[in-house]
């Protein structure tokens, strides 16, 4: 049956060895421009309720309670398209949610949004090189592997939802999403012993990580909602309650039985031994 010109191009299978790549790559690109174009619309939508709520505390009215219904199901339509999106251009989508707490201010944002993102990508390098990590000195391969792409926020409260390209495999976990099972799996730690495990085999840069995102948190009183979805079913959910941030950051502080110290000093290369570079 006679198609449009976006769905020709996907069908299309050209000669040659590679035809079966070309195929589907056309295919992922496809769907990953329609993510990008309802994350848009999701960002207008959440615009627009945000106008109307606060048009409705002015002056509130049946009128603007019945625009603000729409509006709400129009949202609740988008995120059901984005998630269906993502799912098939194998997209992980992480959702993050800060509550309670302090008014928060630019700084608190931007410093529980960071440490969390440091916090995995270290655990991600630790992941990657099979080893324990002392330091938090990363690649930009790992960075850009690792780095969570903000998609849009949720309306009326302080949340906010990222993705992550992110393969599918026949069997088993990516590293990825290994990473990731390993981070929800630290954030409830509540014996020293389970933090110093942690230590032995992840090394000291992901528990310093962790314990800098929990101080983040702990310096506004909030606590975090996390939920990683994948193929439109939950993967995996963390919810932290301010006091169990609280008691993991008292917890690692008791646990550290040495520190290492990061500096920075500059100067010139002149050599190096590549049989004692590790």
């Known amino acids: 049956p006679p ?22 790559t056309v ?10 174009d309802i994350q848009k619309h999701l960002l207008d939508n959440a615009a627009e309720i945000a106008k109307l709520e606060r048009a409705f505390g002015r ?8 625009s603000l219904k729409s509006m709400h199901k129009i949202h609740s339509r988008l995120e059901a398209e984005f998630r269906e ?5 194998q997209v992980d989508v992480v959702t993050y949610r800060l509550f309670d707490g302090r008014q928060p201010t630019m700084a608190f944002v931007g410093r529980a949004m ?8 270290v655990l991600y390098s630790a992941v990657v090189s099979a080893r324990p990590r002392d330091t938090a000195h990363l690649s930009l391969e790992v960075i850009q592997q690792s780095s969570f792409e903000f998609s849009y926020a949720y309306s009326g409260s302080l949340g906010f939802v990222f993705t992550m390209p992110n393969d599918r495999l026949l069997t088993g976990e990516t590293r990825l999403d290994k990473a990731m099972d390993h981070l929800f799996t630290m954030a409830t730690c509540s014996t020293t012993d389970e933090i110093k495990n942690f230590a032995k085999q992840f ?4 528990v310093r990580a962790i314990y800098d995102w929990a101080n983040a948190l702990c310096a506004s009183g909030a606590g975090a909602d996390l939920k990683w979805e994948k193929d439109e079913s ?13 008691a993991l950051s008292e917890l ?9 110290d990061e500096n920075t000093f500059p100067g010139v290369l002149l050599g190096f031994d590549s049989k004692t570079l590790m």
């Open 203 to 206: 090394g000291l840069a992901p």
């Open 27 to 36: 295919t992922r690109w496809v769907h990953m421009s329609g993510l990008v």
């Open 85 to 89: 999106a993502a799912a098939v251009g």
């Open 3 to 24: 198609r449009g010109g976006l769905e020709e191009m996907v069908w299309y299978k050209p000669p040659g060895p590679d035809k079966r790549h070309w195929a589907y």
């Open 59 to 66: 002056h509130p009215s049946r009128a603007l309670g019945s």
């Open 114 to 121: 960071e440490s969390f993102q440091t916090l995995y990508a």
């Open 252 to 260: 690692i502080a008791q646990t550290s039985d040495f520190e290492v």
């Open 234 to 246: 939950t993967k995996g959910s963390l919810l932290l309650q301010p006091a169990q941030i609280r």
